[in-house]
């Protein structure tokens, strides 16, 4: 429930709100604990040229094949445009379902493409998943931190979000176990334990291969599932994939992927590989949602995957990614050595700990008149004040000279913030 609930009675609430929205005292309980996503909001800031944005999470695909997609979607919609333009299937064309199987080969994943429903985005299948299994109040786990976007799909179903503990290894499996039993203690119920276990958004390691059957095994005993995010798993800086969680327990997991960042986020097009009777469920809730997913997009992205080199493509995006990953570690080194940061093998984010006494949040006006943006560490925690003293940067959009100058400018930032606040 949100704190706004708590605070104030529903009386007061609905005449502080009546004045600026006449709608108000319409709104269910539910969405008054929505808010604008800390990323969502830096947006139209990090967009001005004269800021080097190491905020967003965009991926960089300057180098998509686009005369050869112009042809695709111009042939596609002259000689098979009255289907690929139609309704189709509220669990997502069976052709695109039998390629995502071939994307998940790499993850040493054998899948059903009846066992999969494919959603607008992973976002929308981390929200249908949240519909289908949470009650107000009901726990979910995720790591400390976790992704901001989960996060904020977990609040507008009232979840109880429960962090628990990450190292530099992914999450620590006896801090689960002891979650675990703690919750329990309160009689509470655990819906789902949400982790990313690859390349981790915003922490930038990953699940270490020894953990990962721990926690699977873990959540087995305790009849805990595990919902297992994984758009980055491909992305790896050397390739090669970590074992999939799925892979250990497939009627415990359910898997999210996500063309996203692999091919293109515009597409709108993720996925969830489930458990056999949890996919039926996942079918009805993407059915009421939107009727069925974008079917256009579906033919377009499994004409691309039939027909182009796709794993080459993504070939290229880790050799983008390994670039602007070494600069970042560079440019840290360089200009912040006393500092502690993540370093990632892969994937799009490094998570950089501030010197004690800095608030990331307070600080953050200054970096943007300085020329440079981040996101709180705030941002990935359900209470939105933990983690102040974390900064998540993104290597993925900028140039390596940007990304160099961005750090150059942070690393002044906190010189200043540091002066003002008597800490040098
Ligand atoms: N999960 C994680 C960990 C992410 O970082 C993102 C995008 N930033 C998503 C899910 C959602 O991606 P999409 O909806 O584009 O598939």
Redesign the pocket.
């Known amino acids: 429930m949100s704190e706004q609930t708590h605070l104030n009675t529903t009386e007061e609430r609905v005449a502080a709100g009546a004045a600026a929205d006449p709608w108000y005292s319409l709104y269910a309980d539910r969405t008054l604990g929505m808010k604008q996503s800390e990323v969502r909001s830096l947006f139209s800031v990090v967009n001005r040229p004269e800021v080097v944005s190491l905020a967003g999470?965009m991926p960089n695909i300057a180098g998509l094949p686009l005369d050869f997609l112009a042809e695709l979607h111009a042939r596609m919609v002259r000689d098979r445009g009255a289907k690929v333009l139609q309704y189709g299937s509220g669990q997502g064309e069976l052709p695109m379902r039998e390629m995502i199987c071939d994307v998940m080969r790499p993850d040493g994943i054998e899948a059903d493409p009846e066992n999969i429903v494919v959603t607008?985005?992973?976002?929308?299948a981390?929200d249908l998943i949240s519909q289908i299994l949470v009650n107000p109040g009901d726990v979910i786990l995720a790591e400390a931190p976790s992704?901001v976007?989960?996060l904020g799909t977990f609040r507008a179903y009232e979840a109880d979000v429960r962090h628990v503990e990450m190292d530099r290894d992914g999450l620590v499996p006896e801090k689960l176990e002891e979650m675990i039993a703690t919750v329990r203690a309160e009689g509470k119920p655990i819906k789902f334990l949400y982790t990313?276990p690859n390349f981790h958004?915003p922490g930038g390691m990953c699940l270490s291969e020894e953990r990962r059957p721990q926690i699977v095994e873990i959540c087995r005993r305790e009849h805990v599932l595990i919902v297992e995010?994984n758009?980055?798993g491909l992305l790896g800086f050397d390739g090669d994939p970590a074992t999939a969680m799925r892979t250990l327990n497939p009627e415990g997991v359910v898997y999210?992927g996500?063309?996203?960042?692999t091919f293109a986020?515009g597409y709108?097009i993720?996925w969830a590989l489930c458990p056999t009777e949890f996919t039926r469920r996942l079918v009805l809730a993407n059915e009421s949602a939107t009727l069925c997913p974008t079917t256009f997009g579906q033919f377009a992205v499994a004409s691309y995957l039939q027909e182009y080199d796709w794993y080459q493509q993504v070939k290229e995006y880790r050799e983008v990614y390994h670039a602007r990953g070494q600069a970042i570690q560079e440019a840290l080194e360089e200009y912040l050595p006393e500092l502690e940061w993540t370093k990632p093998t892969g994937g799009f984010y490094t998570w950089v700990k501030l010197p004690e006494g800095i608030n990331a949040k307070d600080m953050l006006e200054r970096a943007v008149a300085n020329g440079v943006a981040y996101v709180s560490g705030t941002a990935f925690y359900a209470d939105g004040k933990t983690g102040a003293d974390h900064v998540r940067l993104s290597f993925c959009y900028p140039t390596p000279e940007d990304i160099k100058e961005g750090v150059r400018r942070l690393a002044k930032t906190i010189g200043e913030e540091k002066e003002l606040l008597g800490l040098a």
């Not at 607008?120 to 929308?124: C, L, N, V």
């Not at 996500?258 to 960042?261: D, Y």
């Open positions: 999470g607008t985005g992973s976002q929308q981390l992704y976007g989960a990313i958004n995010d758009p980055y999210l996500s063309f996203s960042k986020p709108r993720g």
